[in-house]
């Protein structure tokens, strides 16, 4: 196989053509890539913040839960204690009474 001699000027033109191109091809490949990199690195910040927040607002929530639930508790005990009372009330009316 014959490969034809190319003068030094063409040569050198050559090269930089296709180092022109093999530079800007993969230039712009490395330039997606980081762009990509850096999206994708943006997103999983915010998911991130988003899931911090969103175990805060539980923690909160359960701690409201808890407190509501012991109010309910006390509520439940005073309306028994109540109705004791109201029974212990109607018990002396009908003593009184009769």
């Known amino acids: 196989?014959?490969?034809?001699?190319?003068?030094?000027?063409?040569?050198?033109?050559?090269?930089?053509?296709?180092?022109s191109e093999v530079f800007f091809f993969y230039g712009?490949?490395?330039?997606?890539?980081?762009?990509?990199?850096?999206?994708?690195?943006?997103s999983s910040e915010k998911t991130a913040q988003q899931m911090k927040q969103y175990e805060s607002d539980i923690s909160a929530t359960k701690a409201q839960l808890k407190e509501v639930g012991e109010e309910?508790?006390?509520?439940?005990?005073?309306?028994?204690?109540?109705?004791?009372?109201?029974?212990?009330?109607?018990?002396e009316v009908r003593l009184v009474i009769d």
Request: aromatic content about 12%; proline content about 2%.
């Open 28 to 42: 712009i490949l490395m330039a997606l890539a980081v762009y990509e990199l850096k999206k994708a690195q943006a």
């Open 72 to 91: 309910l508790k006390k509520s439940s005990e005073a309306r028994l204690y109540n109705f004791q009372l109201i029974e212990q009330l109607q018990e």
């Open 1 to 19: 196989m014959y490969i034809k001699p190319l003068s030094n000027d063409a040569a050198f033109n050559k090269g930089v053509e296709y180092f």
